[in-house]
């Protein structure tokens, strides 16, 4: 399909809102079959015979885990390839494994089918995140991110709310399991898997914007083997090939490599012989060492890219920042739910009515909010944005801390609503300044980097610690609330990057020029 390009760089097109709205649509999607668990957790926990840290496990770890790793290569394919036909791949294969874990008859199976989720959910971002930025000029681009990203919220909303109705009904109807044996959970994930694959077809009929025609930069010239670089890049960092790519690189570079692996097994046998649950720590350890893996080959693939993303302080402390946010917002976000079931004896159909639809609200006020914010705090400021990351990792404790450990249930709903649309005010300032940092050949490498911290340190970590002190406690109100220790060191990286972000911007064009780009 042929590239397409408008007169004036500078101008918004109205098909570049068009645009917007399917990518949102597709990102409500994302989130309906990547949050439904939630609402699920309970009936799961019981049908499969698991534990909270199980559950944690199984929304964040078994997801993130695999969504960060392939983030990676398919942000090069983004980089490379067309944007449209690989978002078009990724929402059919991910709305297929969202219906075949409706056929999950144990934890195992369950889990892989979210890896197979996150595998074709790691396509999205990369392409939208680069399409948007093609299609907006810089200073409405934090606005359009944004407004992407609160598809995240009503997504998660709807998850919750449809997910309750469709386990009320589907039990009710069949009390003793559905056709096939299915009960309510099951036919629940096996319903909101199917809008994405019809929504796939209208997905493939999308334009694809030139590279840089927002900043009126001249158009780099097509990848020659696209899928070659995919594959070169897949070998990096999806273990054990990653031994192979690093033999690419000569004795030296395996050394690197072998030593890299072997600190990273040495930690996780050692959290292991703790006590700590197996499946959790190998699945973190994979991901540690296959992010170091492909950041060591990087530099040597790749330099410019390098030099902009992972040897780029201001960078990094930006994905660390929202990466602790996305923290506390996933842990909370996830137990919402079975709180007000198992602790303030919600049915689950209420509680996902209520919390379902106050977090789409929230969310969407949050992100839409905070973005428009951010740009405006951003014209007189390169790092303006920086302080709606401070105000969204800071602001929402307070709510936070009252929602769980209260008894009373209206306060709880009450104070989810400032909890999630005061933290998820963030996201859309974070996303545009990573953005901001590199050349619009590297958005794709650079959104799954980001993605990187909002899935390892966030998705990966947050929902799993918070259930497993829930499990030694005894107490999810303890497990949850303990997660807001990780405030301090978000608000820290976040001051950082505030004070980095000006000079790496600047020197965006330099830098990259000085490690070997033509520009």
Same mark, same amino acid.
């Given at each position: ?147 992407? =990203? *609160? $598809? ?8 919750? &709310? !449809? +997910?309750?109705?469709? /386990?009320?009904? @589907? ?101 292991? =012989? *703790? $006590? ?8 973190? &350890? !994979? +991901?540690?060492?296959? /992010?170091?893996? @492909? ?101 929402? =404790? ?122």
């Amino acid at each position: 399909m042929a590239e397409t390009t408008v007169e004036t760089p500078a101008k918004t097109p109205t098909y570049a809102w068009y645009v917007l709205a399917i990518l949102f649509t597709v990102y409500i999607l994302n989130f309906v079959d990547r949050q439904i668990i939630s609402i699920l957790a309970e009936d799961i926990k019981r049908d499969l015979g698991l534990r909270d840290e199980d559950l944690g496990f199984l929304y964040g770890t078994a997801f993130g885990v695999f969504y960060a790793l392939f983030g990676i290569p398919l942000g090069r394919l983004a980089d490379n390839w067309h944007r449209v036909r690989l978002l078009t791949v990724g929402l059919s294969l991910w709305s297929a494994m969202t219906v075949l874990s409706g056929f999950s008859r144990s934890g195992g199976m369950l889990a892989g089918a979210r890896i197979g989720v996150g595998i074709g959910e790691a396509t999205a971002a990369p392409s939208a995140y680069s399409l948007i930025s093609d299609w907006f000029p810089k200073r409405l681009r934090a606005t359009a991110l944004s407004i992407y =990203s *609160a $598809g995240l919220y009503v997504g998660g909303g709807l998850s919750l &709310g !449809i +997910g309750g109705l469709i /386990v009320k009904g @589907w039990n009710e109807a069949y009390p003793s399991g559905g056709p096939l044996g299915l009960v309510g959970w099951q036919a629940a994930f096996m319903i909101v898997g199917i809008p994405g694959l019809l929504l796939a077809l209208v997905i493939a009929t999308l334009r694809e914007p030139l590279r840089g025609r927002s900043e009126g930069l001249p158009p780099p010239p097509p990848h020659p083997a696209p899928f070659a670089a995919f594959l070169a890049e897949l070998v990096t960092i999806v273990p054990p090939l990653t031994l192979i790519g690093a033999a690419q690189g000569g004795p030296r570079a395996l050394a690197h490599n072998l030593v890299g692996l072997a600190i990273v097994a040495a930690a996780v046998f050692g959290l292991i =012989s *703790a $006590g700590e649950p197996w499946p959790q720590w190998v699945a973190i &350890g !994979i +991901g540690v060492y296959a /992010v170091f893996s @492909w950041a060591s080959g990087l530099k040597r693939r790749d330099a410019p890219t390098f030099a902009l993303i992972v040897a780029n302080p201001a960078f990094l402390c930006v994905v660390v920042a929202y990466g602790l946010n996305a923290f506390l917002s996933y842990t909370v976000t996830f137990w919402a739910p079975p709180y007000a079931i198992r602790v303030l004896g919600a049915s689950p159909a209420t509680a996902g009515f209520i919390i379902g639809g106050m977090g789409a609200a929230s969310g969407f006020l949050g992100t839409t909010v905070g973005g428009l914010v951010a740009d405006r705090l951003r014209r007189n400021n390169p790092a303006g944005r920086l302080w709606v990351v401070m105000f969204g990792a800071t602001v929402p =404790s307070v709510a936070i801390l009252t929602a769980f450990t209260t008894t009373n249930i209206t306060l709880f709903y009450v104070m989810l609503f400032p909890a999630q649309a005061l933290a998820s005010c963030a996201l859309g300032a974070a996303a545009a300044t990573t953005q901001d940092l590199v050349l619009p050949r590297m958005r794709g490498t650079a959104t799954a980097t980001f993605l990187i911290g909002t899935t390892l340190l966030g998705l990966a970590l947050g929902p799993y610690l918070a259930g497993r002190i829930s499990t030694l406690s005894g107490s999810l109100s303890i497990g949850v609330i303990s997660m807001l220790a990780s405030v301090p060191i978000t608000l820290t990286a976040a001051i950082f990057a505030y004070r980095l972000v000006p000079k790496a911007e600047a020197t965006r064009e330099a830098r990259a020029r000085a490690a070997g780009e033509s520009i």
